[in-house]
């Protein structure tokens, strides 16, 4: 069985939390427009007879923390980097693909990482194609995936790239397990999603 810690990065408003849930087939973590909504991480955790996947979405990268909010959050990110097997970097196709080139550097990342770019549906054909062509080479993606996190299209072919770099071993969680979070975590966060 291929088992492993999946942690996913991004810009604020990547897709991240749309991702999880779409990944994981639950709404686990709060979507908004609001920049920074994700203030903790959330780990969703997918089991089949092939594979269990321990997914985290973490907060949005940011490059300033201006507040002690910001530096827990981006400790969480930190923390994130030092216990993934696999990391899915995730790319607003419409986003400036420098910043986030910038990012994904600057994480110095020590495992193989899947380049999703995300948002698909809304780009046109050139933007797609350039930042195919912009990311094919860095040395931090292993694997380039272009999906819509919204729509779920290209979210198999993610799984499938996941799982061809993740090691063997034993679960980690029950069949039946979803998340480590406590229920009532979920229902403060539908609390501030609707605020």
């Not at 639950?26 to 920074?36: C, D, G, M, N």
């Not at 999906?147 to 993610?158: K, R």
């Not at 229920?183 to 609390?191: H, I, L, N, P, S």
Request: charged residues 30%; proline residues 4%; glycine residues 6%.
């Amino acid at each position: 069985m291929k088992v492993g810690f999946v942690n996913i990065f991004g810009k604020p408003n990547a897709g991240k939390s749309t991702l999880l849930n779409a990944l994981i087939g639950e709404k686990l973590a709060i979507v908004s427009p609001k920049v920074q909504t994700t203030r903790h991480r959330i780990k969703g955790i997918m089991t089949t007879d092939a594979y269990q996947i321990i997914f985290s979405d973490t907060p949005g990268i940011i490059g300033e923390t201006r507040y002690k909010l910001h530096e827990r959050m981006m400790g969480a990110v930190k923390g994130a980097l030092e216990d993934a097997d696999v990391g899915v970097l995730l790319v607003d196709v419409l986003d400036n693909l420098e910043e986030n080139d910038t990012i994904f550097t600057a994480l110095r990342l020590r495992v193989p990482c899947v380049l999703v770019l995300n948002k698909v549906d809304k780009a046109k054909k050139e933007q797609l194609d350039t930042a195919l062509e912009f990311f094919k080479d860095k040395p931090y993606a292993k694997r380039i995936v272009t999906l819509s996190a919204l729509t779920q299209n290209g979210v198999p072919v993610l799984l499938d790239a996941i799982t061809e770099l993740l090691p063997e071993g034993e679960a980690f969680y029950a069949e039946d397990e979803m998340t480590d979070l406590p229920e009532k975590f979920f229902v403060a966060e539908m609390v501030r999603e609707k605020i």
